[in-house]
């Protein structure tokens, strides 16, 4: 369990709230909630044992907010609500993945007996005989039957005795007789009550657009398909719709899928953009459709695999894993144009044949593709291991990017080689065709042998210089610092999900109607307003906190779809905060949870906490007002709001026992008559519409209004009179709560609000925790809830993460190269690209938050890539007898080419990314914004400052092994030479026997001869 949070309002209503970590089964958490609920079962009142105790494993945030609404004016809220009550809610329950299928407000039909306590008076009846009556006459009775088997005499016939059921019709209570004596003289029930079919109570106002409407939230259960479980439901609405009473329709207010479906064919455009980007960078570097089609099929190919990954590991399609798969788009192209690459240059300098080509450099690059995918793949394994909220993230995204990368490593070692020895042509040194595109390639290809050549004249001056690689190191490690603290952190971002919610607060003791009129005129504010299609209004209940009370409403607003608005849902949020200023309400705008399951709103929720033990209500309040007061001076927090109140007017009931013993008046039967009149009770319930409903009886309205109307309000005494309670008991008025809140069993007030423009979450949550530190007195603290609770608790898991990634990919690179010098040659490349993914964080507005470190892990791979290239081949070629200074140097030569063309291929597959608009676009550009920034400035900076680096490291382990007398192979060349020798050796071997054979076939055919 990660904390207990409990509500309980005047209004009998009570929800208790038990949040688990991430993970924990909730089968098995239900059993564990159940055996403690039943513990206490016996200690709860008899009428709660009677109601029962609902225990629902659910995700706290909507999955749907469904209306259904009338344009007939004669279709009220009750009839709508007990429509959906009776003929929608039980087949919406069946679909499998639905926890909760609620209708708000209490408005489920109920025979209402409004009693006339002056009639009463006169007729010297009470409360309770009218409940004893209506007991009496209205019951369900088996009486037996007539003839049964006794197993002494036998009958031919057996009839079964009935009763009609309890009464379900006004006019049956209507004749419940209350009193009769022998002259033949009744009372019946209407004479002294007015019986009705209304509704249970009168607590929430629903309408949709000024239409009246049943308002149903649905919420999944855990563990369910939120997508497959809205599938099902609007393909029960809509076998529904045809049984629907005329000018009676459904609308979804509010759907977590269309964000989704959104945002998911959002990403759906940026891989094909992607896709279309990388090869046209393919075909620039590599000059001809043939070349460039090998490594584009690899991409579909890796994809394909990276699903079978994906299903293995029980991931789904959703967003996280299509943004990796968007970014993968880049990396598994990388090993086939290496590949693709590496044949060309081996054609031209050696004028082969594609096969003969392709073989042979399957040989010499082999090693390096397999160093690579061992280095990217080790950069994905530690952080798949997460846990919490954020774990789900980084766990979804390394497994299919580790999967892709496996695939596309495969697949260039197996099909590209094959596709090159099929589709390449040997054309160098042939005259070209002169067409528009050729010359243009030619004017590139010239253009990069000149960059190239500029660049071997600079790494002769700078490589053997030490200070200068350092230096470069130094001031790029300089800028991550600076950049870091100018750098605004965040944690899981608000994305426009095209809905917002609007908290309305009355104040305290405001009417149900006095709040609605305020919730109307909201409505009508923003419909009027652009950009928006539709608004639900609730009168009663605050989505927020699910809490109810006269004083609170909510206003769902459905915003238009993105591509048919031109205002973002902050542009909007920032209109109506003008516009709905005085309209004699609190009214702060919300959006809906960053992540759907981990709180109920966007923004930041905590709880003040009196840890006192000895909670005076008055002076909490007070707290908690200056604690407001000290949050709203700070600049990083908006949108503050709380419905704590000490001060909703009540009236204290004091009974002088004295006086009421010696007027024969049981203080027990007098506060439970009260309970009858005022507060209403239900003793039995009947069936209709196949449905059970409840018996309420209560004072009619007109009796209960004002505090005065107590006093002519009669308990009858022992004797059989009618006593008043102004004779034994006074009111005292005072002020007190609505509403008790506890977290994990201390009082508490709860706490939302959002962060001001241009702050993150991760700014407010260090101004909260900063003004708590600062103003709360001693016995009082806070405490965060949904994904507040993950933000505040989370440390400095990044640089954590980071560094076990690091620690990982050092560890293959020493088992790689057997050195532990080499490595840090690789490691210490990265700067350069974390300290681009900052800078270009920084210029787009964007915050370092989860998005921007998975792109920053990934840059770890694909920087390492980089530097894996070079060390690889200056590897070879220093065991080949070339000094460190040339192995360096011809290294960087020979994998300038690939390494531009790989790394430029993967920028043009994140520019859709980056310029991304609509559902989603703050995740796209964060994740795109970091990897682009650190793959260009780490892949300009980086072919300056690895060949420097390995020169460096490469001088101090030279001469030197692990393991005495050991050759310094690294470890994939000696895979992929043993691989080959092995090929050879069979090869040789078949030919060897494929000899043999034709000698004895040849002696056999001599000895024919003789």
Avoid at 242 to 265: G, H, K, R, T, W
Avoid at 509 to 538: F, H, M, P, Y
Wanted: glycine residues 8%; proline residues 4%; hydrophobic residues 45%.
């Amino acid at each position: 369990m990660r904390y207990i949070a409990s509500d309980a309002t005047s209004a009998g209503e009570a929800t208790i709230r038990i949040i688990f970590e991430p993970g924990v089964d909730p089968n098995e958490a239900v059993v564990r909630v159940k055996t403690r609920v039943d513990q206490v079962m016996p200690l709860l009142p008899e009428l709660v044992q009677r109601e029962g105790v609902i225990i629902t494993p659910v995700q706290p945030s909507m999955l749907m907010y469904v209306n259904l609404s009338s344009s007939d004016k004669n279709n009220d809220e009750k009839f709508l609500y007990n429509y959906a009550y009776t003929k929608v809610i039980p087949e919406i329950q069946r679909i499998n993945g639905i926890a909760s299928a609620q209708i708000l407000g209490s408005r489920k039909y109920a025979m209402r007996v409004w009693l006339k306590p002056d009639r009463m008076r006169a007729y010297n009846i009470s409360a309770e005989e009218v409940l004893e009556a209506m007991q009496e006459q209205s019951v369900l009775a088996r009486p037996g039957r007539l003839g049964q088997s006794s197993g002494i005499t036998s009958q031919s016939l057996e009839y079964v005795l009935t009763y009609q059921d309890r009464y379900n019709e006004p006019e049956q209570y209507e004749d419940i007789i209350i009193r009769a004596n022998k002259e033949g003289e009744i009372i019946k029930l209407k004479e002294i009550a007015d019986v009705k079919l209304g509704s249970e109570f009168f607590d929430i106002y629903s309408n949709l657009d000024g239409k009246p409407s049943a308002s149903i939230v649905l919420k999944q259960t855990f563990g369910s398909n939120g997508s497959d479980v809205i599938k099902e439901v609007k393909a029960k609405l809509d076998e529904l719709k045809v049984d629907l009473p005329p000018n009676i329709d459904f609308q979804i207010s509010y759907d977590v899928s269309n964000f989704l479906d959104a945002s998911i064919e959002q990403v759906l455009h940026t891989l094909r953009d992607a896709f279309i980007l990388v090869a046209i960078v393919v075909f620039l570097f590599l000059g001809d459709w043939r070349s460039t089609l090998i490594p584009i099929i690899a991409v579909p190919v890796s994809l394909i695999g990276a699903f079978f990954v994906m299903q293995l590991f029980g991931l789904s399609i959703n967003l996280i894993t299509l943004f990796a798969l968007v970014l993968a788009i880049g990396i598994v192209v990388d090993n086939a144009i290496v590949v693709v690459e590496a044949v060309h240059v081996k054609m031209e300098e050696e004028n082969v044949t594609p096969y003969q080509a392709s073989y042979a450099v399957l040989g010499e690059i082999g090693g390096a593709i397999v160093a690579i995918t061992l280095v990217m793949v080790s950069v994905f394994i530690p952080i798949s291991f997460m846990t919490g909220p954020v774990g789900v993230f980084y766990r979804q995204f390394s497994i299919t990017m580790a999967g892709s990368i496996i695939i596309s490593a495969i697949v260039a070692l197996t099909l590209t080689p094959v596709l090159c020895a099929m589709m390449l042509k040997n054309n160098h040194g042939k005259p070209k065709k002169k067409s528009l595109v050729d010359k243009f390639i030619s004017w590139f290809n010239n253009g990069f042998e000149k960059l190239t050549g500029k660049y071997i004249i600079l790494l002769n001056k700078i490589v053997a210089r030490r200070i200068v690689t350092f230096g470069i190191l130094v001031i790029f490690c300089a800028g991550i610092f600076f950049t870091n603290k100018v750098l605004p952190a965040g944690f899981i971002p608000n994305e426009d999900q095209g809905m917002i919610y609007a908290i309305i607060q009355t104040p305290p003791g405001a009417t149900l109607e006095r709040t609605n009129d305020v919730a109307e005129k909201l409505q009508k504010i923003c419909e009027e307003t652009e950009g928006v299609e539709s608004v639900s209004s609730l009168a009663g209940y605050e989505i927020m906190t699910e809490g109810r009370g006269s004083n609170a409403g909510t206003c769902l607003i459905n915003l238009q779809p993105w591509s048919k608005r031109s205002h973002s849902v902050h542009e909007i949020m920032e209109e109506l905060e003008e516009k709905t200023k005085n309209l004699g309400a609190i009214i702060e705008y919300f959006e809906p949870p960053a992540v759907p399951g981990f709180g109920s709103s966007g923004g930041f929720a905590l709880r003040l906490l009196d840890k006192t033990n000895a909670t005076d209500y008055h002076q909490f309040e007070k707290i908690n007002n200056d604690f407001m007061d000290a949050l709203s001076k700070r600049e990083e927090l908006s949108g503050l709001f709380t419905f704590f109140s000490a001060n909703y007017p009540q009236y204290e009931l004091k009974i002088n026992n004295k006086i009421a013993m010696q007027k024969g008046v049981s203080i027990g039967k007098a506060m439970e008559n009260l309970n009858i009149l005022i507060g209403s009770t239900y003793e039995q319930g009947f069936i209709r519409f196949g449905r059970f409903f409840k018996v309420y009886t209560q004072a009619a309205p007109e009796y209960r209004r004002l505090p005065s109307d107590l006093e002519k309000l009669f308990v009858k005494n022992e004797t059989g009179e009618m006593v008043p309670y102004s004779a034994f008991m006074s009111v005292e008025k005072k002020l007190g709560p609505n509403e008790i809140t506890r977290y994990n069993l201390y009082n508490s007030a709860s706490i939302r609000g959002l962060p001001s423009k241009n702050f993150t979450s991760d700014d407010a949550i260090k101004a909260i925790k900063e003004v708590a530190a600062k103003e709360l007195p001693k016995g009082y603290d806070i405490a965060w809830e949904g994904l507040s609770f993950d933000e505040a608790n989370r440390g400095n898991e990044s640089v954590l993460i980071f560094i076990i990634v690091l620690i990982f990919v050092y560890l293959v690179l020493a088992a790689q190269y057997e050195s532990f010098l080499l490595p840090l040659a690789v490691i210490l490349s990265l700067p350069v690209g974390i300290y681009g993914s900052f800078a270009l964080l920084k210029i787009m507005g964007l915050a370092n938050d989860v998005y921007a470190q998975i792109g920053i892990i990934m840059l770890v791979g694909l920087l390492g890539k980089n530097a894996v290239l070079i060390v690889e081949f200056a590897v070879q070629k220093q065991r080949q007898g070339a000094t460190v200074l040339e192995a360096a140097i011809e290294g960087s030569k020979a994998r300038f080419r690939p390494i531009l063309m790989t790394s430029f291929a993967f920028i043009a597959g994140l520019i859709p990314l980056v310029f991304a608009t609509g559902a989603g676009a703050i995740g796209n550009r964060t994740i795109g914004g970091s990897a682009m920034g650190g793959m260009l400035i780490g892949t300009i900076f980086g072919v300056l400052v690895i060949p420097g680096l390995y020169y460096i490291f490469a001088k101090m382990s030279e001469g030197k092994n692990l393991i005495k007398d050991e050759a310094s192979e690294p470890i994939s060349e000696e895979m992929m030479r043993m691989s080959e020798s092995e090929h050879l050796s069979k090869e040789n071997a078949s030919k060897i026997s494929e000899l043999k054979k034709r000698l004895k076939n040849l002696t056999k055919r001599k000895k024919d001869e003789k």
